[in-house]
């Protein structure tokens, strides 16, 4: 549910010192103060309790669906990049590893699983994201999208501000479906070329 985390507080030399937040009668050791949100509490237990029981079912899903968006995209949108960390055969079931422009020293770092960030350039994200309405995808994160500047994350891991303009965000779910990972490819494939021949002719 929104609005609801925990944290694990160590009960023997502990690194850092809390402070509190919330103050007033002192529960929780003084860490935090005030009644407990039940109601939430217990949606936190059942989503987690859903989640362990196919997470590693998930985890094998997602990954397979990424890794699908990802080679098509890479098939039908001539020159887009992968932004990030290497995605090698032990994570996209494929005989040859497909670089990112992330550090990737070993070509075993681990990737968010649902998460694909891929450059477009010279097409704009916003431009891409214009033509496909019914696609649910970003151009930067939402902490930073009342924010019009490009990803400073994108332009720490060595992207232009050119080409972080050009990137878009991916998430693939655990409720997300082949045919659907196909419709999105097929969505931006066709945009994507519509976009480029409309830059090569101005």
């Known amino acids: ?3 609801v985390g925990g944290l694990f507080v160590r009960r023997r030399g502990r690194r850092v010192k809390l402070q509190a937040q919330i103050v007033g009668g002192g529960q929780q050791h003084n860490f935090r103060s005030g009644t407990l949100n039940t109601a939430g509490i217990i949606g936190m237990h059942a989503a987690l309790a859903s989640c362990l029981q196919s997470l590693d079912e998930d ?16 098939r039908h949108c001539p020159g887009i990049e992968l932004n990030g960390p290497t995605i090698t055969a032990s994570t996209d079931n494929s005989n040859s590893g497909i670089l990112g422009t992330g550090n990737s020293e070993s070509g075993e770092r681990i990737r968010l699983l649902g998460n694909l960030n891929c450059c477009f350039y010279p ?8 033509a496909l309405p019914e696609l649910g995808v970003s151009s930067g994160s939402a902490c930073t999208s009342a924010n019009p500047s490009p990803s400073h994350v994108l332009q720490a891991i060595g992207l232009s501000e050119e080409e ?23 969505w931006l ?9 409309l830059i090569a002719f101005n």
């Open 1 to 3: 549910p929104k609005g």
């Open 59 to 74: 985890q094998i899903r997602i990954t397979e669906l990424r890794s699908r968006l990802l080679k098509s995209l890479l």
């Open 123 to 130: 097409v704009e994200g916003q431009s891409l994201m214009l």
């Open 164 to 186: 972080a303009r050009s990137s878009l965000r991916f998430g693939v779910g655990r409720f997300n479906t082949r045919a659907e990972i196909d419709q999105a490819a097929s």
């Open 189 to 197: 494939a066709e945009a994507h070329q519509r976009l480029k021949k």
